[in-house]
């Protein structure tokens, strides 16, 4: 099979993705026999071109190994994976914690989380950075009163739930026009990124795992991917803030799917920095350690900080 890796087609999948996932509730998906195809779903972060490019490698691994067709879908936001694994409709994802958090939510029985992101320290934490131009005078968040602040998507841990916690907690409202001239959504960390490197908002969030040197974008995260793609020189930009750490995010697999297709996946995902380490770093954002066995008690706080969000 070959995937073609352009904006149109991905749209077009998605949308197909999407139409059907309203058709199917998860709780009429009994346990499969078996499969025909593999779905993975990919969050945003980056274009859709360069997702599917990091997932393609991933994708004709699982092909092989099933020995079923393995597509990718790259939903043009975080909700499109969420709402394809909650309707059953994809197989596998690499969720934020927010993200799982939701699922899990609207439905428990909906996916499992199999495995986590290991850092090159050994940790499966990570981090909300704040960031702006190196040449705009904003050194930290003190700095920002009357400026525009930009979150990534609703549905992101790092690119809101998060910061939009431990930020009014150190003194400085999210409501725009309290403290901040602004506060806006640029639709995930990449349009983040960019739109502040370009001077369209005067700082922002996104995630890394704080490791390594700035200048690479750190050693895994979307700074890296950033750096990695020619995006961004991160001598021109700035750390303002951090958060405390947050758990890396879970792969999941679709609760229903075969016992034996599950236990072969999560093996092969588990080994991969042993067996393709240049897969491992484009699938996982950069350089890592390891890919290990993680369950829900890991999300626990996520979700209960995820409810609390909700309830306001």
């Known amino acids: 099979m070959t995937l073609t890796l352009s904006l149109k087609a991905a749209a077009a999948s998605t949308a197909v993705l999407l139409a059907t996932t309203a058709l199917v509730p998860a709780s009429a998906v009994a346990q499969d026999a078996t499969i025909d195809e593999f779905r993975i779903g990919i969050m945003g972060g980056e274009n859709a071109s360069d997702r599917l490019r990091s997932n393609e490698c991933?994708?004709?691994?699982?092909?092989?190994l099933l020995g079923v067709e393995t597509k990718l879908f790259a939903p043009a936001d975080y909700n499109g994976v969420i709402e394809g694994l909650?309707?059953?409709?994809l197989d596998l994802a690499w969720l934020g914690a927010s993200g799982y958090a939701k699922t899990y939510l609207e439905d428990p029985e909906a996916v499992e989380p199999v495995l986590v992101k290991i850092n090159t320290d050994g940790s499966y934490g990570y981090?909300?950075?704040g960031f702006a131009r190196a040449d705009s005078g904003i050194t930290?968040?003190?700095d920002m009163e009357g400026k525009v602040f930009a979150f990534g998507d609703p549905n992101s841990t790092s690119g809101y739930l998060i910061p939009s916690i431990e930020i009014p907690q150190a003194g400085y409202a999210m409501e725009p026009g309290e403290y901040f001239g602004d506060v806006v959504f640029s639709g995930g960390h990449e349009q983040t990124i960019v739109g502040v490197y370009n001077g369209d908002y005067d700082a922002g969030v996104t995630w890394a795992d704080g490791?390594?040197?700035?200048?690479?974008g750190f050693n895994s995260g979307a700074f890296r991917k950033a750096v990695d793609a020619g995006?961004?020189?991160?001598?021109?930009?700035?750390e303002i803030w951090r958060s405390n750490v947050i758990p890396e995010g879970p792969i999941v697999l679709r609760k229903s799917l075969p016992a034996d297709v599950k236990e072969k996946v999560t093996a092969m995902i588990?080994?991969?920095?042993?067996?393709?380490?240049?897969?491992?770093?484009?699938?996982?954002?950069?350089?890592?350690?390891?890919?290990?066995?993680?369950?829900h008690d890991a999300y626990v706080s996520v979700i209960e900080a995820r409810k609390a969000k909700m309830g306001n």
Request: hydrophobic share 40%; with cysteine; net charge negative.
């Open 58 to 64: 991933l994708r004709t691994k699982i092909e092989d």
């Open 86 to 89: 909650i309707g059953g409709n």
């Open 127 to 129: 981090h909300s950075i």
């Open 140 to 142: 930290a968040l003190e």
């Open 211 to 216: 490791l390594g040197e700035w200048e690479d």
């Open 231 to 238: 995006l961004v020189d991160m001598t021109e930009l700035v």
């Open 270 to 295: 588990d080994d991969l920095v042993n067996t393709d380490a240049e897969c491992a770093y484009q699938f996982m954002a950069g350089e890592i350690k390891d890919i290990d066995p993680i369950g």
